[in-house]
């Protein structure tokens, strides 16, 4: 197998970290994933609001209030 960060081959066996080769490799990908270099695309579903309103309800997703945190 090949470790997608570092390509060098390993044994996924022998590794702790599949599918990286090694832990560190594995905190490199997770690193891209919060600095937003990897993503998930989302696609809307009509074209017009990115996929954040519900069809059910109408509600728009995107603009969603919570309620304050409790102190």
Do not use: K
């Not at 081959?9 to 090694?22: K, N, Y």
């Not at 993503?39 to 304050?68: K, M, R």
């Amino acid at each position: 197998m090949r470790c997608s960060i570092c390509e060098s081959e390993f044994d996924p066996c022998l590794s702790t970290a599949v599918p990286f080769c090694s832990p560190r490799c594995q905190q490199v990908d997770l690193g891209r994933w919060f600095n937003e270099e990897h993503c998930v695309p989302i696609e809307p579903d009509d074209g017009s609001d990115g996929g954040l309103a519900n069809a059910e309800d109408g509600h728009d997703l995107g603009s969603t209030q919570f309620p304050p945190l409790m102190p």
